[in-house]
């Protein structure tokens, strides 16, 4: 769900964009197929509102699409969740199809525990995956129209955690628990170089990561700062884009 929820959410840019130019393109010729893409996704979201980070289609031939439908599959890693998320919420905002906005906020209630918790797992860095939850946390109250004040506590508390680690106008790289680590740091000479791993060998090693990291967090801050008008996001927005 993760590559495909950047394609498809890249997608209806592309088509907004398109359809208000004057080159006369039939951009909504694409609708259909988007829209058998996000329900494709959407039937993969188990109840505990996680979508599996890759299923092929010898597996999902062979389970079928009930049983991911219906099982109980969570992986507490904003990196494979997060923007899957967002299409889910666009489409609901758009259709008011209502279950797409009610296992999704079942899957980012059930995140947001585990960040409160301190066991959020992590890709390339802790970092990285509070930069991908500001998307949808924006999403999220910007569908509702703001008035959840328990949702808009969890935009503002994954603000604040992310401006713990700002750093002359960038987002420092930071890594959690190494045992909740996907791509860790190498633990010795031989393994260095042998398989991906975080930009910082230690935390405290003066590093951003343009690739994983602020990407992610320019669109999340660019969204939350439009809803919010707060500073906290406006403020970091705009001293990212600086340093880029």
Not at 37 to 50: D, E, K, P, T, Y
Not at 157 to 169: C, M, R, T, Y
Request: aromatic share 14%.
């Amino acid at each position: 769900c993760d590559d495909n929820s950047r394609a498809i959410l890249g997608s209806m840019m592309a088509i907004a964009l398109l359809s208000n130019n004057s080159a006369g393109l039939d951009t909504w010729k694409f609708v259909p197929n988007l829209v058998r893409a996000i329900l494709g996704n959407f039937r993969l979201v188990s109840r505990a509102g996680f979508c599996q980070s890759s299923v092929n289609m010898d597996e999902l031939n062979k389970n079928g699409w009930q049983h991911y439908w219906n099982g109980t599959y969570q992986y507490d890693d904003p990196h494979y969740e997060s923007w899957i998320w967002c299409s889910f919420l666009f489409t609901f905002h758009t259709t008011r199809y209502y279950p797409m906005y009610e296992r999704t906020v079942i899957g980012i209630g059930n995140m947001m525990n585990a960040f409160y918790n301190g066991d959020l797992h992590w890709a390339n860095g802790l970092t990285q995956e509070y930069s991908r939850l500001v998307l949808p946390l924006a999403f999220l109250n910007y569908v509702e129209g703001g008035i959840d004040a328990t949702h808009m506590k969890w935009l503002m508390d994954i603000g604040n955690e992310l401006k713990k680690h700002e750093v002359n106008g960038t987002i420092e790289e930071y890594y959690g628990n190494l045992a909740y680590g996907k791509a860790k740091p190498p633990q010795d000479n031989p393994q260095y170089g042998t398989t991906e791993a975080p930009m910082e060998q230690e935390n405290g090693d003066p590093v951003s990561d343009t690739l994983y990291t602020l990407p992610f967090a320019i669109w999340g801050l660019h969204e939350a700062c439009l809803l919010t008008h707060n500073a906290l996001f406006c403020d970091m927005l705009n001293d990212l884009k600086s340093y880029l």
